[in-house]
């Protein structure tokens, strides 16, 4: 059971948008920075948003980020069959050992 | 160009040790903090261990604390994992990643080397 919680899939058409949702506390998003990967079938995870909402260079505006409190949300718009992939929030949890937790990730299907 | 090449994965009983090592190049190792996380067949990413860019301190998941130490020779641009007495639920694909902020952005991934433990 993963400390943040992640819907375990979302779906939508292509050209729409979608949002992922990564729950935790206030020992860890509520008081750290979170970031989002993208892992497609067979590679290696790939950083899309760091910093609740900072893109790194190469990743296209289409993928945003934003916290709210103890919870984090990836947004992806105009969604393309490559975006199918498996999605991961990551964040520190500063509880009693200090550590950097995933949540359990997302499975894309552009339907 | 940036990378990193993780080795020294393969098979090994239970109880077993094994040393991954992940080189880096095209960037200078020694300004950023390094972890390795892990994959199990089928399951999602774990996080494993995090060393900082000098080396002097490190963090591990509970799940292999007293059993792994993560090291990194800066002058070698090397980061190396030692696990012991391993476990048939470390059977995984371990990667070393590059934290670009020390917040757990991890910019940089290796391809990734197989782990199984198995008797």
């Known amino acids: 059971q993963s400390v943040l919680t992640q819907p375990p899939s979302v779906s939508a058409a292509p050209g729409q948008k979608v949002t992922i949702s990564c729950s935790g506390s206030s020992s860890n998003i509520g008081n750290n920075y979170v970031s989002w990967y993208q892992q497609l079938p067979g590679t290696a995870p790939k950083l899309l948003i760091y910093e609740n909402n900072k893109r790194p260079s190469g990743i296209p505006d289409r993928f945003s980020g934003s916290k709210s409190g103890t919870s984090a949300t990836l947004g992806i718009t105009g969604l393309q069959t490559g975006d199918e992939a498996d999605y991961y929030c990551?964040?520190?949890?500063?509880?009693?050992?200090?550590?950097?937790?995933f949540g359990g990730g997302t499975k894309l299907t552009v339907l | 160009q940036v990378q990193l090449v993780e080795s020294g994965g393969g098979s090994v009983r239970p109880g077993g040790s094994l040393r991954l090592s992940c080189a880096a190049s095209g960037f200078t190792f020694s300004d950023y903090y390094m972890s390795w996380i892990r994959q199990a067949p089928g399951k999602g990413l774990e996080w494993v261990s995090h060393i900082t860019s000098s080396g002097y301190t490190t963090d591990y998941a509970d799940s292999v604390q007293g059993r792994f130490t993560i090291s990194r020779d800066n002058a070698k641009n090397s980061l190396y994992l030692q696990m012991n007495s391993l476990r048939a639920e470390d059977t995984a694909v371990y990667y070393c990643a590059r934290d670009q902020r020390g917040f757990a952005s991890f910019d940089i991934w290796g391809q990734g080397t197989i782990v199984t433990v198995s008797s």
């Open positions: 990551v964040t520190w949890d500063r509880s009693l050992s200090a550590a950097v937790v």
